[in-house]
């Protein structure tokens, strides 16, 4: 590679250098940006030329700060000053108090924090694969220096299932271009047998089932992946395992409007309302439910089902709960929780889990 070629890239490799090696907690003169240009990139360069290409990046847009040093401080306190403050010194027509600059560093563009936070939502989602989480990880850490990679060794993966679908992302691909063009897609499901294994759904003759639906949106819920549509035989609203999904293809037909199907008021879909009502992703109708809860359990019922809930009939230890929410997510809820949660209405929903506590009880006697 010619001289020439190199020096053009000279400014590349700073910016590198800066990504790599500095934060707040690590910054660089350019006393050191030169020697590791030396070391590393084979690229012996003088000062002036470091600090010109600094100032180009500064002036092009780059989040580099740095730290202005007067030379009557560097007299001060020549111990503890760089090499390279002393090379100003040198330059002629130099005045004593000029500002000299120095402690250079690139202002990530995520957090240490922030990368945790997306690294962990990775590992612990259920949807990704680990082979492919594992790789996504590898490019946020590129996204910051070598002070978090080194961190970030320590970070493992709770021993939680993971789906073995190697076809996520091109299944979010193309239910995000069917959403898109509001287009139905046909696509064939798989569930796990006793061998641990998936195979896809059969029908009653061997045959294996497809699946044609109108995709409305994908969100993720208790670490999975659900994709929200109207499966085309009905006019209500299913949700399936993105992971699940095998074989997807981006039918012609035009798909069903969300405000046509059943339950969905004539309205658009609205996500957030709808995660909030659906807390278990079943795919049943929507009700008015009253719980007679512990008071210890506000907390658990907040986080479930949002703040939009109700309270009343206060006690010492217990309160009432109204929440407007899907029938078999509520029914759930008050199973998982029984006896600290009771249904009080709608009394049909009430009536149908004390039959099945019932049935419960039966099946554990001797």
Known sequence: MSDIHTKK???????????????????????????????EYEMPVDRKAIKRNLLNLIEYGSS???????????????SVVSDEDSLDLEDKGIQEDDLLWTDFYLKQKFTNEELRLLIDSLLFSKHIPYSQAKKLITKLESLSNIYFKSRSQYIYPL?????????????ISILDEAIRKKQKVLFEYAEYHTDKKMHLKKREDGSVREYVVTPYQMAVQEGKYYLICNYDKYDDISNYRVDRIRNIQVLEEKGKPFETLKWSGHQPMNLNEYMKEHVYMYSSENAFVKFRIVKAMISDVIDLFGKGVNFSEETDTHVSVSVHVNERAAEQFAKNYAPDVVILQPKRLRDKLRDDLKKAWEAYED
């Open 9 to 39: 890239l000279l400014i590349l490799y700073i910016l590198d250098i800066l990504q790599k090696y500095t934060d707040e907690e690590h910054r660089l003169s350019q006393k050191e940006i030169q020697d590791i240009l030396k070391k």
């Open 64 to 78: 580099i700060e740095y730290r202005e040093v007067s030379r009557k401080e560097i007299f001060r306190k020549k």
């Open 159 to 171: 021993p939680v299932d993971r789906t073995d679908n190697k076809q996520v992302f091109y299944n």
